[in-house]
């Protein structure tokens, strides 16, 4: 009959035919680093969505809308990747948004931000 083997520390597996660890200690320790690994992407993407939020807010501030070419975003750090949701307007123009901030691409690489969805 084939050992079963340890998912954590690939040693021995005893007992029942569906047992995955060799002891509670493997278990537990298999499911925290599962549990870490997922915790770190979603801190990953979070921590990029604050900061797309930042460079929105920072390059807007009291204007309702404000025109700025992609280099500009680029450089400060923006990923066009993470937006929270889109926004399909009656005009057929996608709008990005990240939480209350959206941009619209335009041609040659030009951007229109702006604030919240009433104002488009
Ligand atoms: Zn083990």
């Excluded at 040693?11 to 599962?34: E, I, W």
């Excluded at 604050?50 to 070419?69: A, Q």
């Excluded at 937006?83 to 209350?100: A, I, P, R």
Aim: charged share 30%; aromatic share 10%.
């Amino acid at each position: 009959m084939e050992i079963k083997r340890c998912l954590e520390c690939s040693g021995p597996v005893k007992g029942r035919s569906d047992k995955r660890f060799c002891n509670d200690a493997c278990r537990n320790s298999f499911n925290n680093r599962l549990q870490t690994d997922s915790s770190n992407v979603v801190r990953k993407i979070n921590r990029q969505l604050y900061k797309n939020r930042k460079i929105l807010l920072d390059l807007l501030k009291e204007e309702k809308m404000l025109m700025v070419n992609e280099d500009r975003l680029l450089s400060l750090g923006f990923d066009m990747e993470y937006h929270t949701h889109d926004l399909l307007t009656s005009k057929g123009q996608t709008y990005f948004f990240v939480y209350e901030y959206g941009y619209l691409p335009l041609e040659n690489q030009q951007y229109l931000i702006v604030k919240n969805k009433n104002l488009i």
